[in-house]
């Protein structure tokens, strides 16, 4: 069964930057989707960025400021998060899956893998 942790969280001012990383115990299939979600204190968890048949999406909150990219050697997928203000304060979880063709891989209920999620908060 695959194995994601998530790494790379911690705390950062207005402003700065942080980047998440993702390293799965076994090799990730490029046909499968990655991605990224992220749920605050009393939020639902939501989407924020993720790959899939040769697409990328990103969450309107985040677009402009976050980045998502796959190290295929490491097998590791990283979000770079730049910018950050208090509302990106959450825990956040990479998911992965062999979505069907044509699913929008935001959907985080077609996601069977996930992490274990890493904190990020955003205080001055």
């Known amino acids: 069964q695959v194995q994601l942790v998530e790494s790379g969280g911690g705390l950062v001012q207005p402003g700065g930057s942080l980047r998440l990383s993702c390293a799965a115990s076994g090799y990730i299939s490029d046909y499968w989707a990655i991605g990224w979600f992220r749920q605050a204190p009393g939020k639902e968890r939501e989407g924020i960025s993720c790959?899939?048949?040769?697409?990328?999406e990103y969450a309107d909150s985040v677009k402009g400021r976050f980045t998502i990219s796959r190290d295929n050697a490491k097998n590791t997928v990283y979000l770079q998060m730049n910018n950050l203000k208090s509302e990106d304060t959450a825990v956040y979880y990479c998911?992965?899956?062999?979505?069907?063709?044509?699913?929008?891989?935001?959907?985080?209920?077609?996601?069977?893998?996930w992490g274990q999620g890493t904190q990020v908060v955003v205080s001055s």
């Open positions: 998911a992965a899956d062999a979505l069907l063709y044509g699913t929008r891989c935001l959907d985080q209920d077609q996601y069977d893998y």
């Open positions: 790959s899939f048949d040769g697409s990328i």
